[in-house]
């Protein structure tokens, strides 16, 4: 079984940074792709950075030039550092991973952390 656990959420004022860790374990878990969605109450869940597996970013035009996304696969690890926080970006942040498909910002991946939560006051 995969298991995913993010970490580093917490409070800031508005144009704080952040860094979202996620760590992934299991006997068989083999990283390839994997990205950063949110939830905001009311919201649906929205991809905010993925990576595939040649280190290819792609960012939702809301974050772009604010996050950036980040992997050790080495420690199976992904990162999410977060720059130039605005109280829109409060959110439960969640990360996910898929070792066969390419998901990118869609939410077809097959393991799912339970999400670490980030919230931005003005």
């Known amino acids: 079984r995969v298991q995913l656990v993010e970490s580093g959420g917490g409070s800031v004022e508005s144009g704080g940074s952040l860094r979202l860790s996620c760590a992934a374990s299991g006997d068989s878990y083999t990283p390839y792709f994997m990205g950063w969605f949110r939830q905001a109450p009311g919201k649906e869940r929205e991809g905010v950075a993925s990576?595939?597996?040649?280190?290819?970013?792609s960012y939702a035009d809301s974050v772009k030039g604010r996050f950036t996304i980040s992997q050790d696969n080495a420690k199976n690890t992904s990162y999410l550092q977060m720059n130039s926080l605005q109280p829109e970006d409060t959110a439960m942040y969640f990360c996910?991973?898929?070792?066969?498909?390419?998901w990118g910002l869609g939410d077809g991946y097959s393991y799912w952390g339970q999400g670490t939560q980030v919230t931005v006051s003005s």
């Open positions: 996910a991973a898929d070792s066969l498909i390419p």
């Open positions: 990576l595939d597996n040649y280190g290819s970013p």
